[in-house]
């Protein structure tokens, strides 16, 4: 069941680091982002190449790499993925399940690789079983793990090496996947949909079920945006009113 929730929020001044850094992705333990000057910067655990070495430890602040053009990051638990400003897919880190999208499943990946040769990507969201990517034409992309239908397309269970797109539409406008095999889209209509997991009824729709193809919520057509944590979501709709949805059985860790 939705619930609707009703927030106070109370704005604390950050100016220290938004003069410097353009916000910053955290995945299980390790941080990355994108100075204004378009160079990367990540500290934490690099035990599986998530920081472009395998220190177990970083404990400082240090530039990945010497690039400039960086424009957007993301993290999975173990891994990252950034786009540079051509809209190339950069990734390092876990690949396990074909995570990468480099149609490998080597886990330790410590060199930053291009993924594939598009240059229209636009927004990364990973998770530990599986990576979704939203293109600048409106269409969805997805690789790894695929035991729960994570790939949209009613097939089970063989592992994505490389992205493929899910379905055919191409007017999404956001991504968001769980922390799992769950993943959720917006359209430019304001309707959500998800497909894959529905652990603690993720998925909205009243039963347990996991869904083999994108799947729309409900009715409503003026959500705005998504949020999703292990087993709950957070989506907010454009009156401004906050909802939520899912399972509490879980600390949200991303």
Partial sequence: MLKKITLFFLWVS???FSQCYNGFQIGDYHVVSIKSDGSLWGWGSSDIGQLSNTNLV???????GTATDWLKVSTGP???FIIKNNGTLWAMGDGRYGLLGNGSTTTINPTLQQIGTATNWQKISASSDMTIGLKTDGTIWGWGQNDQYEMGNNTCCT???TPIQIGTANHWVDIETSRGASVFALKNDGTIWGWGLNLAGLLGNSTVMARSIPTQLNADTDWASIHVGAAHILALKTNGTLWSWGGGIWPNRR
């Fill in 14 to 16: 950050a100016s220290t």
């Fill in 58 to 64: 970083n404990p400082t602040l240090f530039q990945i």
């Fill in 78 to 80: 173990y891994n990252t």
């Fill in 159 to 161: 592992n994505q090496l």
